[in-house]
């Protein structure tokens, strides 16, 4: 699944957020713990989101092993890569979540209500 949101925001704004527990947490509303280190772990929404940061290429792209409660303990955690493209407007954040388990068509919904609104708000003010 790939879907972008257009933030009112440089690249290095929304790359850092993403990676910052206090930022993350401001930025959507909800307690987030980040690391902004190769391997290091996050746990989103009081522990229904966890992973790890897979590669970071600083300013440019987060690649993150994500899964929440819903998965089941035989699934494989899910990929979420984010690419960050300034432009006139801010920055075009493009994500593309992967390896979601079978069935599990919630997310869509769930980026968009839960992420991308509140980033929008955060950024745009």
Not at 66 to 87: I, K, P
């Amino acid at each position: 699944m790939e879907l972008t949101v257009q933030l009112n925001a440089s690249v290095k704004e929304i790359y850092n957020a993403w990676l910052d527990s206090e930022k993350h947490s401001k930025m959507t509303g909800a307690v987030a713990k980040c690391s902004n280190e190769l391997g290091g772990k996050f746990d989103i929404w009081e522990g229904y989101i966890t992973g790890e940061n897979m590669d970071l290429i600083e300013n440019e792209e987060i690649l993150q092993s994500w899964r929440t409660t819903e998965f089941d303990s035989a699934d494989e955690d899910s990929v979420l890569h984010l690419y960050f493209t300034e432009n006139d407007k801010g920055t075009l954040l493009t994500l593309n979540h992967s390896n979601i388990p079978s069935g599990q068509t919630q997310y869509i919904a769930g980026w968009e209500e839960n992420h991308f609104v509140p980033m929008r708000e955060f950024f745009n003010r």
